[in-house]
């Protein structure tokens, strides 16, 4: 496994304040084994480590955390969890 992203980008309160956190690990074939998508901001919900909501596959299994639940995901590709990822946080940034 090689992790191919790393990221972290630091919102201004204009763009929503906040964290977004991108971690995305590869196989040697290049496929994506591991990803951990979260929008963290700790003013707006201070449980799961500040964790709004976000998107991986740790303990095995697809899952999307939303203001401390978390409910298993159905997976079709890692484009699509992107694609979900960023439609959640364009909606919390509407209603701000």
Not at 64 to 81: A, L, M, Q
Request: charged share 30%; hydrophobic share 35%.
């Amino acid at each position: 496994m090689k992790k191919i992203y790393d990221d972290v980008n630091v919102l201004s309160k204009k763009k929503g304040n906040g964290i977004l956190r991108r971690e995305v690990w590869v196989d040697d074939a290049g496929s994506v084994v591991r990803y951990n998508l979260a929008y963290i901001n700790h003013n707006e919900f201070a449980g799961d480590n500040g964790r709004v909501f976000g998107y991986d596959n740790a303990h095995d299994h697809h899952h999307r955390h939303y203001y401390g639940t978390v409910e298993p995901v159905e997976f079709i590709s890692f484009e699509d969890v992107e694609a979900r990822f960023e439609q959640d946080f364009m909606e919390i940034r509407s209603k701000k």
